[in-house]
């Protein structure tokens, strides 16, 4: 069955570098959220969209954006990164019984 | 605010055992709640979703229940094995399209 794809799987910026991550939700999911999780911690809610538009906002800052593209995958830009943006960003569709997938996640370390 | 919380953070057993682990939420208005495997380094696994209508799930070992007024649920796992040894996340959905606040998570080891 196909999963949610996430790319790249690895990415290793400096400061204040440009990153941006990619997300292909499941077929026929139509809503897609963007968590972030630091080591040792639970993921953290950063943004949703459903039917490219956004739908729900959490703790994502200001060098953040996100959008999601017409064949509904979904991209995460981030600038001016910083070295605490470093974490696993997991990517997640949703199926119509509201169930979450979640991909493998992109590892940012920002050095 | 939703709140979940997970006990124990951590936990051993030698393998073989049935284990239960515990999440707990301050606000009963949910609209469902999954349960989530993840391998160090990895992604989330759901293993099994319970709607709020429903009390308990069932998926191979694993048995999940919630009790949504006393924001409660569990998994139950029968008869651990060493490739159960990860870390399980609990999450509530509040509504329908809406994001998931996911628990701290309990750490399992199973030894041989």
């Known amino acids: 069955a196909a999963g949610v794809i996430q790319s790249p799987r690895h990415l290793i910026k400096e400061k204040r570098e440009t990153a941006t991550l990619k997300c292909y939700p499941i077929?026929?999911?139509?809503?897609v959220y963007w968590y972030q999780q630091g080591p040792g911690q639970d993921p953290q809610f950063l943004i949703s969209?459903?039917?490219?538009?956004?739908?729900d906002k959490g703790s994502i800052p200001d060098r953040f954006s996100a959008q999601q593209f017409s064949d509904y995958h979904s991209e995460l830009n981030m600038s001016s990164l910083e070295l605490g943006d470093s974490a696993l960003y997991f990517c997640?569709?949703?199926?119509?019984?509201?169930?979450?997938?979640f991909g493998q996640g992109t590892r940012l370390t920002v050095v | 605010k939703q709140e979940v919380t997970q006990i124990p953070a951590a936990l051993s057993v030698p393998e073989g055992e049935n284990l239960v682990l515990n999440c707990s939420f301050t606000?009963?208005?949910?609209?469902?709640l999954q349960w989530f495997r993840q391998d160090p380094g990895k992604g989330l696994t759901s293993l099994l979703l319970?709607?709020?209508?429903?009390r308990e799930q069932t998926s191979g070992r694993l048995n999940a229940s919630l009790d949504k007024s006393s924001g409660r649920s569990t998994l139950y796992i029968a008869a651990s094995q060493p490739g159960d040894s990860a870390t399980y996340l609990c999450?509530?959905?509040?509504?329908?399209?809406?994001?998931?606040?996911f628990g701290t998570g309990t750490r399992l080891q199973v030894t041989l």
């Open positions: 969209f459903y039917e490219k538009m956004q739908s």
């Open positions: 077929p026929r999911h139509d809503t």
């Open positions: 606000d009963s208005a949910i609209y469902n």
């Open positions: 999450a509530v959905r509040g509504g329908t399209a809406s994001k998931l606040t």
């Open positions: 997640a569709s949703e199926s119509p019984l509201f169930e979450a997938f």
């Open positions: 319970i709607q709020s209508s429903q």
